[in-house]
């Protein structure tokens, strides 16, 4: 590697000292006699500037050089209050790796532009604060989880049969059989945790929904757990737990990056456990008093999540769904046998639901009836059902929409532009 220093590690006290940096051409104006070249890396920006009596030979070339050209700038630091930090180099010297005459992105590129040319979009440096968040909240996740004992796994992304409904699989040819790209990786966890316990993953979820929200994806990064002896309470806390971490832990590292998208940070700092927690009913009876057309037994959309958000300032939970519109592998409540003992993690200011969780129907004889009442064939989950017949125990488990929790911290309008290269039922380009 080239020895360089970043762009932000160029600091007013570093004023006489000789640096050399590279990047990209990020902004460039031209002044009497003097040429202003704002470099773009990885780390930020710095002003540069070219004139003709410090090198003609680096100003002329500086001069050429187009938006987004590659280039080495070797020069002096310098304090200058009217420069971005305060500081800038007084350039002697340019090496142009490649010279860019016109580079497509322009200030009013629409959206779907941006996302015809998002490998060149990713560059800009407020896509690249995206994936630094996106980074951080991961590696967050990673701390809680290892201090709190649990055990990365990795399950397959090709699998024979659906978890959150055929409806909206990816099916694909697998030599003479038919396979489908993973929607989630629960049932998978739930094998490891008679060997492990704790166990958690990170893998590409895939759902050929047709909806066209903010929200959904047909690709999504999906961080799973699944935990043997917890109730639904007990993963309720984990959750809480887990998300709280992440969001401070975020708002700690990466504060600079929520700034470019965000100012009111209450939200955030709210974070913290214990999550508000209401059931269901509850939920039912203050959308019905919010003037929501929605009955009990209905299933809660974008919109009505949208709706109850507005009642919290935090993220809180939602649990004791009726059981027909929730998945088949989720256990009964019983006290209640129209309801399962499910909980959906629900962030505010509009964003809804970034956890699905319940506690897993762990009896064989009626496990298989739940896949019966859903219209599946016991057959297709032959290994599945397996684990209760070989010294089954109560477990629970969840799922967190990464991108989702992304838009959420980061106040996105659209979970698109939480990852690197969307996918939508209308892109599957670039
Ligand atoms: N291990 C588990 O218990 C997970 C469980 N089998 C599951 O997949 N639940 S979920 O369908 O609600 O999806 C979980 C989360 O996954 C996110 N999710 C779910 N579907 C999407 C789409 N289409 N796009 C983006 N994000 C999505 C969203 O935050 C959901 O709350
Ligand atoms: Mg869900």
Known sequence: MIEKIYCAQVKPEMEGKRVRLAGWVYRKREIKDKVFIVLRDSSGIIQTVFKEEISKEAYETAKKTGIESSVIIEGTVKQDKRAPG??????????????????????????????????????????????KVKATMIQAAREWLLQDGWYEVFPPILVTGAVEGGATLFKLKYFDKTAYLSQSAQLYLEAAIFGLEKVWSLTPSFRAEKSRTRRHLT?????????????????????????SYMVQRTLELRRKEIEMYRKDFTTLKNTEPPFPRISYDEAIDILQSKGVNIEWG?????????????????????????????????KEDPSDPRKVLAADMLAPEGYGEIIGGSEREDDYDKLVQRILEEGMDPKDYEWYLDLRKYGSVPHSGFGLGVERVVAWILNLDHVRWATLFPRTPTRLYP
């Open 219 to 243: 690709e999504f990064w999906h961080l799973e757990l699944e935990a043997a002896w917890m109730d639904l309470w007990d993963i309720m806390k984990v959750e809480e737990e887990l998300v």
């Open 298 to 330: 209905e299933d809660m959309g974008a919109d009505e999540e949208r709706v109850l958000t507005e009642e919290f300032d935090r993220p809180f939970f939602v649990y004791g769904y009726p059981k027909h519109i929730k998945a088949f592998y989720m």
């Open 86 to 131: 305060g500081v800038e180099i007084q350039a002697d010297k340019i090496e142009v790796i490649q010279n860019v005459e016109f580079f497509p992105i322009t200030k009013d590129a629409s959206p779907e532009f941006l996302l015809d040319v998002r490998h060149l979009h990713l560059r800009s440096p407020k896509v690249a604060a995206i994936m």
